[in-house]
């Protein structure tokens, strides 16, 4: 998973928050699941936008400006603030819009989880950075990326993605039942990434787009 800050994955489960979900979500494989039109534009025009707002209180501002923050509009007890999305987060979001432009009607809501059974029995909890599904295919993206170009090992992530592939798959098609049996594609994405030849090796071999 790509490494978003604290405050971005607050600001975006705040703006995400009056949205309508997939019930059975809550309790079952996959949560959360964006399903009507009204919570995907909503979804979307958060994620369009290039730049992560949210409001502390008057007495923050300072300290949030140290971080980097810059002050949208000041009110009589609380501060408008702003800074552009990192790379990891704006690399999320520009995934999530395309699969919404191709026309995909079910995406992830924030901080998306997949909750999955083990061949002993347990259950694990995978979050995924992007998910989206239609009728026939369900796409399911790692999202990688670097502040600065230049090589990084994704060995760890690619043996970790093969590894619970067929649970996860599992998992997705007994969440939307019995007659859903879809393609499922694993994607990983990268921005600044330089792939070194082994991890191409890798993902050639466990068919990743």
Not at 30 to 57: C, E, F, G, Q, W
Not at 115 to 121: K, L, P, W
């Amino acid at each position: 998973m790509t490494d978003i800050s604290y405050a971005e994955a607050a600001e975006s489960e705040a703006a995400l928050a009056t949205t309508r979900i997939d019930v059975k979500s809550v309790s079952i494989a996959l949560k959360p699941l964006l399903i009507d039109s009204l919570a995907l534009a909503k979804a979307y025009k958060t994620r369009r936008s290039p730049i992560v707002k949210k409001t502390v209180h008057i007495a923050d501002t300072d300290d949030a400006e140290a971080k980097g923050w810059k002050v949208l509009r000041r009110q009589k007890r609380v501060t408008v603030v702003q800074k552009a999305k990192s790379i990891a987060a704006s690399l999320e979001d520009r995934v999530w819009c395309l699969c919404r432009d191709m026309g995909y009607s079910v995406l992830n809501g924030g901080a998306f989880k997949i909750s999955y059974s083990r061949t002993d029995g347990s259950t694990g909890t995978k979050q995924i950075d992007v998910f989206a599904k239609d009728s026939e295919t369900a796409l399911v993206f790692e999202c990688k990326s670097k502040e600065v170009r230049g090589r990084k090992s994704l060995q760890k992530d690619l043996h970790e993605t093969a590894f619970l592939k067929k649970s996860v798959a599992n998992a997705i098609r007994s969440h939307f039942g019995e007659g859903y049996n879809p393609k499922i594609v694993w994607i990983y994405v990268t921005d600044n990434i330089v792939w070194t030849e082994p991890d191409v090796a890798r993902a050639s071999g466990e068919e990743y787009a």
